[in-house]
């Protein structure tokens, strides 16, 4: 098989694009609407299919500034800068607050909109979801980043899809095994119409860069679908709509939403089973939105947990042909365009409607909801992300949807052992719909894109240096990092695993964070435990998690945090049997 092409061409700084500004707030009060008991017009979506039709004009975003051309010599300087960073991105020094706020360093160019991203095993990034002009468009290329090339152009590769499939709104996950990432569905054109499903399955090798095509489809189409990695290795795919509202002409025929109520799980040895038992409206499927990359984790009892836009909770057996069923407890009704992850074992941030949080412990029979501080802003379109000592970092958004005129540039960090929030570093750029923020092994966070519609085509992303990476002095001086010398690659749970520091100082905390894999304000990969251990000097003993219902198997960071709060450099362990 030959090798993916290789894409060189950049366009201009401007780019006709579908806008969605506004049809948040729509289906919020939709939402609101149903949970008084109140009728709904045929369905949210259809409304939001008609609003994200009309074209206007939308600036394109390099990283220099919306509207201003890509700077191939610029690039290229960069680059060179990227060529002699071969130990990955540096720590830049801060203004005095650094250690309070973290920093965002500048805004580099990226090959397309990083709409949908997942860490590789290797550290690099796979993205994709545009073309490289900003349009939305899965079907012609991907893109991989490699921080250890730094931000320049030599440190990204813009690829050719070859595989006749549209990964537009594609589900995701990292297989536990290899280390290859499974696409699910995606977008399809119907009577020149986009936005129908596709029950393609592609799967992206590391190795060789190579995407392609299964032989074996899903037995339902789904756009915009979740997949979550379940205790055995396996993938169970929930939600994702099959065919969209079109009212019709003359000379193109109307059609339906309609959606995929029912689960199915792969399994990489075996293919695909549909869980023909399992349906359900409410959980997954037309109600409100539930079918829109439905917030779900796998959970300490064994089985998918769910969470829906109206604020109710399900449980999915995905044994034999599945079951599921509606759980006690209820939370404030949020939307399909707020995050929530999941910072310890069986224990979730929920961000909800108005700003508001929650925290839902899922460790017992039943789920125990506890409000908890609300956010300094209302973030639709934002992301949260589980930084390497457990606290959760949650940038971009705005408060008017997609659009401009309520975006929230502040940044802020819930700390879970006081469930009070932070105001963090501000951004320069806008990361509305479409935009992603995902951990990286050396404790920063990647945020980019945004777009396709938007009010910007954000082809760029920043890395944000949490505060966690600075001396306390005030100086703005990157701290003094531990460091992982050697430890396994490979481990089952329950094992106890030698871990060799570069000195003799003190280790306060072990952290586990599993891999991510985001897309639309959710990363349904990334999960969080803290490790017990005993060290004589140099050498740890760390205990893994117990249980593959804690801790999927699997590719996870494991960082060494010091006394000081500084985490090391993290030493990638994959989990398994």
């Known amino acids: ?27 919020l009060a939709i939402a609101a609407l149903a949970s008084c008991g109140g009728s709904l017009s045929p369905d949210a979506s259809s409304q939001v299919e008609e609003d994200r ?17 890509w700077d191939e010599d610029a690039s290229e300087r960069q680059s060179a800068l990227g060529d002699q960073q071969v130990q990955g991105i540096s720590v830049p020094t801060g203004p005095t607050d650094a250690h309070l706020k973290g920093v965002f360093g500048a805004a580099f160019t990226w090959p397309l909109i990083p709409l949908h991203t997942v860490l590789l095993p290797d550290g690099r990034v796979l993205s994709y979801g545009t073309k490289p002009s900003g349009i939305q468009s899965g079907l012609l290329n991907y893109a991989i980043w490699d921080p250890a090339l730094g931000m320049g152009s030599k440190a990204k590769m813009l690829l050719s899809n070859t595989t006749g499939t549209d990964i537009f709104c594609a589900g995701q996950a990292l297989l536990p095994v290899t280390g290859d990432v499974l696409l699910v569905g995606g977008d399809r054109i119907v009577n020149g ?24 489809s899903m037995a339902y189409q789904r756009w915009y679908a979740t997949l979550i990695t379940t205790a055995s290795g396996e993938q169970a795919v929930l939600g994702g709509r099959i065919d969209r509202f079109y009212a019709g002409t003359d000379q193109v025929p109307p059609t339906d939403d309609t959606y995929a109520s029912t689960p199915e799980v792969y399994n990489a040895t075996t293919g695909w089973r549909t869980l023909t038992t399992a349906n359900s409206d409410a959980a ?8 829109n990359y439905p917030r779900a984790w796998w959970s300490p009892q064994g089985q998918v947990v769910i969470f829906n836009v109206m604020g109710e909770i399900f449980s ?66 934002g992301n949260a992300t589980i930084l390497a000592d457990g606290k959760v970092w949650v940038n971009g958004g705005s408060t008017t949807g997609n659009d401009l005129v309520g975006a929230v540039y ?12 932070t105001l963090g570093a501000t951004a320069t750029k806008a990361r509305l719909y479409h935009s992603v923020s995902m951990l990286m092994p050396d404790g920063s966070v990647l ?14 992303a920043e890395i944000y240096f949490p505060p966690y990476l600075y001396k306390t002095d005030g100086s703005g001086l990157p701290a003094v990092r531990p460091g992982i010398v050697t430890a396994p690659t490979a481990a089952t749970w329950g094992a106890t695993i030698p871990v060799a520091m570069n000195n003799k100082n003190a280790v306060a905390r072990m952290t586990l964070v599993r891999f991510g894999a985001v897309t639309h304000a959710f990363s ?11 060290q004589v000097g140099k050498n740890l003993s760390v205990t893994l998690p117990a249980s593959a219902n804690n801790a999927p198997p699997g590719f996870y960071m494991l960082f060494a945090i010091d006394a000081n709060g500084v985490p090391s450099k993290a030493k990638v362990l994959r989990l398994g049997a």
């Open 1 to 27: 098989m030959s090798s993916p092409k290789l894409l060189e061409r950049r366009p201009s700084a401007v780019v006709v694009i579908r806008r969605g500004g506004g049809h948040a707030l729509k289906l």
């Open 53 to 69: 039709q009309g074209a206007e004009v939308a600036p394109v975003d390099y990283g220099a500034g919306p509207g201003v051309a």
């Open 193 to 216: 119409k986009r936005n129908y499903a596709n029950n393609d399955v592609n799967i992206f090798t590391t190795a060789d860069n190579q995407l392609t095509r299964q032989a074996q």
């Open 284 to 291: 997954y499927g037309a109600r409100v939105q539930a079918w």
């Open 316 to 381: 999915l057996d995905v044994a034999g042909t599945g079951s599921v069923t509606q759980l006690p407890g209820t939370m404030p009704v949020g939307a399909y365009m707020l995050p929530a992850a999941m910072y310890q074992p069986g224990k979730i941030l929920s961000v909800r409607g108005a700003a508001k949080a929650v925290v839902v412990d899922i460790n017992g029979a039943a789920p125990v909801v506890t409000p908890t501080a609300p956010l300094s802003a209302d973030r639709q379109f």
């Open 410 to 421: 502040d940044s802020e960090t819930w700390n879970p052992a006081t469930g009070s929030w």
């Open 447 to 460: 945020t980019g894109g945004g777009g396709a519609p938007g009010p910007v085509a954000q082809l760029n």
């Open 524 to 534: 349904n990969e990334q999960r969080f435990e803290d490790l017990s251990f005993s």
